[in-house]
C-alpha cells in the first residue's frame, strides 16, 4: 500500500512522495487518502469543465439582464465538483477495502502486470461503448446542454452543475482508472490523463478520439496481458 504522511508533500522527479505513513486502518490515513484524490480530482477534471463553466456565466449574465434570478458561477462550480467529490469518496473506500488483496508499490501503481493489462483493456473497451459517447456529447456541447437543462435560481444552478457533473463523471470514470496503472501519484501520468480527458472534450464531437484512444488501450492491455501471461 501506499505510503502516506502526515508532512508536507515532496514533489520530485515528477512524482509526489509521502514518506511515512500511520496505520493503513487508521482514521488520519483515510482522511489523508481523500485529501490527496479530492485535489487531484479538482485539478484534473475543473480545467476540462471550463466551457461548461463559461458557458454558464454568459448566460446567466444574460438572463440577469433581463431580471431572470441567477446564481453566481460558483454555485453551478460547486455542483459539478460535487460528483468529483463522491467519485473520491468512493475511490479512497474502494481502495482501503481492497488493499489487502490488491497490491500496489509506493507510487500507487499496481504491482500486477495482468491487473494493468486488464484496466487498460477495460479503460479502452469502455471508450467505445454508447454510454461513452452519449455523455461526452454533452460534455462537447455544454451550449445544448444548457438550452435543454437550464433552471433558474441557486437550486437550479446546483443541479445543472450536478448533472453535468454526472454526464463528466460518466465520460471519464474509467479514464481515472488508468491512474492506477501508471502511478496515482506519478504527476506525469496525472497531467497525462487530465490533458487527453480535456482534449476529448475540447475537439469537435463528430471526430473519433475517444474510439482510437479506445484502439490503442485494449492493443497496449492485450500486449501487456500477453507478457504478463506468458
Given at each position: 500500500m501506499a505510503a502516506l504522511s502526515f508532512g508536507m508533500t515532496i514533489k520530485l522527479g515528477g512524482m509526489l512522495m509521502m514518506p511515512t505513513a500511520p496505520s493503513g486502518g487508521s482514521a488520519a490515513y483515510w482522511v489523508l487518502l481523500f485529501i490527496m484524490w479530492w485535489t487531484m480530482m479538482m485539478a484534473m477534471m475543473l480545467p476540462s469543465a471550463a466551457p461548461a463553466i463559461l458557458?454558464?456565466?454568459?448566460?446567466?449574465?444574460?438572463?440577469?439582464?433581463?431580471?431572470?434570478?441567477?446564481?453566481?458561477?460558483?454555485?453551478?462550480?460547486?455542483?459539478?465538483?460535487?460528483?468529483?467529490?463522491?467519485?473520491?469518496?468512493?475511490?479512497?473506500?474502494?481502495?482501503?477495502?481492497?488493499?489487502?488483496l490488491v497490491p500496489l508499490t509506493g507510487m500507487m501503481a499496481l504491482t500486477s502486470a495482468a491487473a494493468g493489462g486488464s484496466?487498460?483493456?477495460?479503460?479502452g473497451l469502455y471508450q467505445m461503448t454508447p454510454l461513452k459517447h452519449a455523455c461526452l456529447r454533452k460534455c462537447q456541447s455544454p451550449l445544448m446542454f444548457f438550452a435543454r437543462n437550464w433552471r433558474t435560481g441557486w437550486a437550479g444552478a446546483l443541479r445543472m452543475g450536478i448533472s453535468h457533473g454526472l454526464y463528466c463523471l460518466g465520460c471519464c470514470w474509467v479514464l481515472m482508472g488508468l491512474l492506477f496503472y501508471g502511478g496515482v501519484m506519478d504527476l506525469r501520468w496525472i497531467a497525462g490523463i487530465a490533458a487527453y480527458v480535456a482534449a476529448e472534450k475540447l475537439i469537435p464531437a463528430n471526430t473519433q478520439m475517444a474510439r482510437f484512444a479506445g484502439m490503442i488501450l485494449v492493443i497496449w492491455g492485450l500486449w501487456t496481458l500477453y507478457f504478463a501471461l506468458s
Open positions: 458557458t454558464y456565466g454568459a448566460m446567466s449574465r444574460r438572463f440577469a439582464e433581463n431580471g431572470v434570478s441567477v446564481a453566481p458561477v460558483a454555485v453551478f462550480s460547486a455542483g459539478y465538483a460535487t460528483i468529483w467529490t463522491a467519485f473520491s469518496l468512493g475511490a479512497v473506500t474502494l481502495q482501503i477495502l481492497v488493499h489487502d484496466v487498460l483493456v477495460a479503460a
